[in-house]
Each structure stands twice: as structure tokens, then as C-alpha cells.
């Protein structure tokens, strides 16, 4: 059976300057709003099909990949019908952007362009950070900017999907990484108010090295010596206790 042909809703693009006609939101529940508006996604395997073609960026997802990843457990007999019936119902959900959703190869693409995808972003205000020969304030702006795009914890309602519980993985690591980034930059900064931020950091993250140091530097710079000690030896405890 051939795929599900392409729609033939003519192109909408983004207008210049103009806000992102299209709103994809992964870092928390997923979220998706057209021209404005919010579109209801319903059912996990559908909702779970548009997050693996939005990560998966203009190479796409081969019509196997997709079934393999939509039923981990047991593919049935009817998967291909299925996903051709997701496929076709996404379509519509995108309404006058449907035809962004396009064949590759036996598989799909999902095109979305600066701005529409909150992970995409993500990345890119990362890399904006870590730009060589940036000072601390523009780290600290870049983190928090991206740090901004959570409103919850990646991909949480798609745990049962390997292949997105991986990258739900990642995205926990990312946001790990950028809270620290903003901590240390505010450290470079000299603000004195940062011990809070780091003593929660540290506790949601307890075996995290780098999250750890930067604890200790934050006591230490608040004048909390003794503390400081307290912190770095309570690390290696629990490094200890809980790694071997």
C-alpha cells in the first residue's frame, strides 16, 4: 500500500517578521497551536507520531521507525493502516498547514521553521550560550531565556515509548546543564543571592558533580566556609554510599 498521499492544501508560510504560524510544545505536555489558535491532539499514539516527526527535523522517520516506535511491544497486523491514519489525521489537525507534514522516502517529514518547535529553541539559545568569548550576563540571558521554555518535564506522557523516553532523557539532561550554566554565571557575576537556586539544584540533582561544586562555590562566596566543607563532604558520602 503506498503512503498516504500529500495534501494538497496549498503552502502557508510564516509571515516576515511575523509571529510563528505554527506552536509546537514539548517541553511539557504537548502543546499546538496553529495561526493562534489551540488544536486539541487527541489520543497518546497520535500525539506520541507528532513528537518523534518534530524531533526528527527535515531527514524524517521512515514509515517502519514510526510503527516500531508507536507499538514497542507488539506491532499489530493493521500498523501500517494505523499510522497512515494518524499520518492523515495530523494533517488536518495542522488545518492550513497541513502539507508541512511531507513524504520522504517511505516516511515522513514534519517542516517547521525558527521558532515553532520549544526544543529546537532550546538548542539553539544552548549554543548561544556557549558561544566562545561570551560574558557571564549573556550566559546567564541565554539560560534563563531557555530555561523559560519548560513548563514541565519533557515528554513525561510518553514514558512508555522507548525511543521518546530516550530523548525525554536528554531533554532532563539539557535543562540540568542550563540550570547550571545559569548558576555559574550568576556566581561570575557576584551575585550574593544564589545559594537558594544552588541548594535546590543540588537536591534535585544529588549525584550531579558539577551541580555539587557549584553549591560549594555558592557557600563559600556568601561566606558560609564552614558549609561549603559540610557540602563537598556530603557529595563524596553520598557519592559513595550510592555508586560505590
Request: cysteine-free.
Amino acid at each position: 500500500r503506498d503512503l498516504v498521499p500529500d495534501s494538497p492544501t496549498p503552502p502557508s508560510s510564516r509571515p516576515p517578521d511575523g509571529p510563528p504560524a505554527m506552536r509546537l510544545g514539548l517541553l511539557g505536555p504537548l502543546s499546538l497551536s496553529i495561526e493562534g489558535a489551540v488544536v486539541e491532539v487527541p489520543g497518546t499514539r497520535r500525539r506520541a507520531a507528532l513528537a518523534l516527526l518534530a524531533l526528527a527535523g527535515e531527514h524524517g522517520v521512515s514509515a517502519d521507525r514510526l510503527t516500531a516506535a508507536l507499538w514497542p511491544d507488539e506491532l499489530p497486523d493493521n500498523a501500517l493502516p494505523a499510522l497512515y491514519n494518524h499520518v492523515s489525521r495530523l494533517r488536518s489537525h495542522l488545518g492550513p498547514l497541513g502539507e508541512r507534514i511531507r513524504r520522504v522516502g517511505r516516511g515522513y517529514a514534519l517542516r517547521l521553521v525558527q521558532g515553532e518547535l520549544d526544543v529546537a529553541e532550546a538548542h539553539r539559545l544552548t549554543r548561544a550560550g556557549a558561544a566562545p568569548g561570551n560574558d557571564p550576563e549573556r550566559v546567564a540571558a541565554t539560560a534563563r531565556a531557555a530555561l523559560e521554555l519548560w513548563r514541565g518535564s519533557a515528554l513525561a506522557e510518553f514514558r512508555s515509548f522507548p525511543e521518546l523516553e530516550a530523548e525525554a532523557v536528554a531533554l532532563d539532561e539539557l535543562q540540568l546543564r542550563l540550570l547550571d550554566d545559569l548558576l555559574d554565571a550568576r556566581l561570575e557575576l557576584g551575585e550574593r543571592d544564589v545559594v537558594m537556586a544552588a541548594t535546590s539544584a543540588a537536591r534535585a540533582a544529588p549525584l550531579r558533580e558539577r551541580t555539587a561544586l557549584l553549591l560549594v562555590r555558592a557557600l563559600a562566596a556568601d561566606g558560609r566556609t564552614a558549609d561549603a566543607m559540610a557540602a563537598a563532604q556530603e557529595y563524596r558520602r553520598r557519592l559513595a554510599d550510592e555508586t560505590g
